[in-house]
């Protein structure tokens, strides 16, 4: 029941963003363009997670979209300005596609996602749902003169002043900081 309100929420999330141009200069930003989940705009409740725990409220499962964005945006020149971790991992270990901690967990109206535009070109994200997967790409006006490839080796914990960050080797570089994500131009 709550997998399929998730899908619900979904539907009316991506009518705000499908097709969403971010233009040079611009900023995205994931509440900006969806606003607060509200039953009157017709969500409902859906999975949460919140505080290192699995819970139920109005627009659960947009965190998935937040997700696919991200990813998207990894692999292009935008700038990631605001991204949060989940409390958790929610992606399964065993058959794990995505790089650890690859997830970007967003909660209105304090934790949001925002990338900034900082070339010259227009990028444009599509997003849909098919019977089985939220799906997107993103566009960019001119072809760009690289390619983004991520890769995940060696991750790793440690505890440093008191907090607790990534290791992890992407494409061969070893680098250190809470976001675990690098990302290689080819």
């Known amino acids: 029941m709550l997998q399929e309100n998730k899908i619900t929420n979904l539907r009316i999330a991506l009518k705000s963003m ?3 141009v971010l233009k040079p200069g611009e900023t995205f930003s994931f509440w900006h363009l969806i606003g607060k989940p509200k039953a009157s705009k017709g969500c409902i409740d859906g999975l949460l997670l919140s505080q290192g725990e699995v819970k139920t409220g109005i627009g659960g499962g947009l965190c998935q979209l937040a997700n696919l964005l991200f990813w998207l945006a990894l692999h292009t020149p935008l700038e ?6 989940h409390s958790f991992d929610p992606f399964p270990d065993e058959n794990r596609v995505l790089p650890f901690g690859s ?3 967003v909660f209105f109206n304090y934790v949001d996602l925002r990338f900034f535009n900082p070339t010259n070109d227009q990028f444009q994200f599509h997003v849909w749902l098919t019977d089985q997967h939220l799906k997107g790409i993103v566009f960019c006006e001119n072809e760009l003169p690289f390619s983004y490839h991520l890769e995940e080796r060696n991750h790793q914990f440690h ?3 008191g907090r607790i960050l990534e290791r992890t080797k992407y494409g061969g570089e070893s680098l250190i900081n809470e976001l675990g994500i690098f990302c290689m131009k080819n």
């Open 18 to 20: 499908d097709g969403i």
């Open 159 to 161: 505890h440093i002043d």
């Open 103 to 105: 997830g970007a967990s």
């Open 80 to 85: 990631i300005t605001e991204r949060h971790h």
